[in-house]
């Protein structure tokens, strides 16, 4: 199996910065897109960047400008910097893996614990 473990959370003042990280390990061949999705309280789980094993990358607009994904393919991690943080990035942070998995079949979708960015005064 494949397992994600993320790091980087934490409470920070509004205007500060974050990093994120996410290290996938296990029965891996290949990963193809990576992400990190956020929910705060009482919403849904949504988007907020992917990045693709080429490089390319998309972003919810809330976060455009602000945050930066990015990735290591060799060593099967994910980063997502964030600048600028506002009040509403206040939320739980899921690492996402769409992977192809060692003697298996198609592409399997992995999901990290979640670590809790706060930002606050």
């Known amino acids: 199996q494949v397992q994600l473990v993320e ?3 934490g409470l920070v003042q509004p205007g500060g910065s974050l990093r994120l990280s ?3 390990s296990g029965s891996i061949f290949r990963i193809n897109a990576m ?3 956020r929910q705060a309280p009482g919403k849904q789980r949504e988007l907020v960047a992917v990045i693709s094993s080429g490089g ?3 972003y919810a607009d809330s976060v455009k400008g602000r945050f930066t994904i990015s990735r290591d393919n060799a060593k099967n ?3 997502l910097q964030m600048n600028s943080l506002k009040p509403e ?3 739980v942070y899921y690492c996402n893996a769409l992977t192809v998995v060692v003697g298996r079949q198609g592409t399997y979708n992995y999901w ?3 670590t809790q960015v ?3 005064s």
Do not use: K
Request: hydrophobic content about 30%; proline content about 0%; charged content about 5%.
């Open 35 to 37: 992400g990190w999705y």
């Open 118 to 120: 706060t930002v606050s």
């Open 77 to 79: 991690t994910v980063w």
């Open 22 to 24: 996410c290290a996938a």
């Open 89 to 91: 990035d206040t939320a």
């Open 7 to 9: 790091s980087g959370g």
């Open 56 to 58: 390319s990358s998309n």
């Open 112 to 114: 990290g614990q979640g």
